[in-house]
């Protein structure tokens, strides 16, 4: 067990070794550390760790604290072993990951810092993985697991180190707090820490992280979602930044032409006039924003639009007139936050969200959006950024409690009935805040990543392939952390690489999974056949958004073959390129009732039982889904 801090940029690492039972002091003599544990029935092992400044007097002017590193004695037994990799933010991929893997960010930096934790440096050492926020551990032979994970987001990150013996024994987990801050040490003060729940479990993974799920939502989670989740229209995928007013009102008149069951219509990035200038559209939108809100609400439906709070360019009227809200590093230069080439040349940058005058701006955006504009909903992208590291004006604040100081405010301003979308938003610390938060990297018109992005090893490379994983990985976080958003469906024929069977694939694990659902396609040329496609995801999806799915097989493939849904539905998919025998078990106490019948087709699945579960046959990107 560890600390590292630093005066200026002098880092020191101070161990910790033990006084008595429970109480452990740093080599340097300035902390001290108790690590109270209990036993409870349903939680399992709990770990309160509480971090004490043992000096007499405040630190000196320089000093800050990097992170705590605890090492857990509660680490199961055998081998075989292999590891649930849970992801930072919203396009972070979540996965299992076999003990002989590598973990390896992607290549260039401004991938890793823009998708992953950029606290987190994975050593890409065989056996050795950081898994954020959660992690479970588990035998497949013999259905033996752990989950680790924090009882309450709490005011420091948590993350997992997680290494691993050449047999697939677990070797050491260690629980770190990314602090990155001069937190308030005061003489003998404590520091509250994030409690970590240790659960040894026999039996189905996901079950206990359906539990999980649970638990923290009840703790940290929203208490007035609402039971239908959004459905509606969103302009990106199609134009992506190459909007303008007509193309919004032609597709606003088509929705109502076509008879769609919607009710919102989001305008996407593409309507300002540059990144930061929210209030400023451009010339494509010559009437404005509060027109095009009134309009979307005169044919019956609630108005959302797009905005990057945390985001600036340089060449914005804010970057220019306050320079001085800007997060710049120790040497006054601003942070890069973003490489983006829709947006330009050069980099994105950050606002600092603990300024006075990045706070009062966007306190002016969110209440011009939604008071005068008359937008009840919201979609925050690239959240992250709040969380970038920088010489912020309040040092005392961590990376995630100023994202929290920050989250805090916006849902003050805008209200508890503005509908807020997240993402690109790290998830724990997100928690209470969000009424939708974004589970996966983007879709694509595309199934499998680009070879570029395979090239530079970035495991979180957009795709559908790689989005349609974390939306059914993550999918219990379902109305109990917010409703979850799998991103958009595309059904489109035109514009789209991805063959008919891959975009069904895609239709039946969005639906299944009754989190938000929207399309973002031209509905002024939407093809019929696909039409009805999308008229049957939207009638689907009204039959499982009610209910928290369970993922099917998280440690049998890095794809999930199968995803269940208490309203009655069973999806089952083989997401290869080649004809496949799917296997798989029913969540405990499901039970089934044949015949079963295809909702898409109408026509009989054959599932046949097989080893206390069940198995089908499906082509190349085949997928059913099945009443139950």
Sequence with gaps: MKIQYRVHN??????FFPVKAGVFQSECKKFELLLGTSKDSKLGTVLSPKLIWRESTRPEVGFSVDHLELELTDVPEGNGFDLFQHGYQSWSISRKVESTDVDRSPLLSFLHYSQENVYSKNEAKVGKFISEYLTLLYNKENQNGVLYAPLEAG?????FEITFGKEGNVTSVKVIYDIHCLPDLRPNAKLNISKIKILFFKGTPETKLLKYFEELGKKEGPNNLPKKVPTGWCSWY???????QKTILDNLTKVRELNLPFEFFQIDDGYQKEIGDWLIPNDKFPGGMRILADEIKRVGLKPGIWLAPFLVRKKSEFFRKYPEAILKDQNGKPVPALYNPLWGRGYTYALDITHPTALAYIEKVFTTLVKEWGYPYLKLDFLYAGLLPGDVYDKTLSPQARYQNALKLIRKIVGKNTFLLGCGAPMLPSIGFFDGMRISCDVAPFWNPEKIRIFLKDRNALCTKKALINDI??????RHLWLNDPDCLLVRKKKNKMNEAQTKLMASVMAVSGGMLLVSDDLTKLETDRLDL??????????CQAYTPIPIGIFENEFPLALYNPGGYLGIWNPTEEEKTVRFSLPPGV???APFLDF???????????????????PAFGSVVVSV
Excluded: C
Excluded at 238 to 244: K, L, P, S
Excluded at 473 to 478: L, N, P
């Design 591 to 593: 039970k089934t009732k």
């Design 473 to 478: 990985t993550r999918s219990s976080m379902h």
């Design 10 to 15: 002098s880092v020191t690492i101070s161990q």
């Design 155 to 159: 005011e420091f990150g948590t993350k």
């Design 600 to 618: 898409w087709t109408g026509t009989r699945v054959d599932l046949h039982p097989v080893d206390g579960g069940f198995e089908t046959t499906l």
């Design 534 to 543: 999308l008229k049957k995801a939207f009638q689907l999806n009204r039959e």
């Design 238 to 244: 199609y134009y992506y930044t190459g909007i303008d």
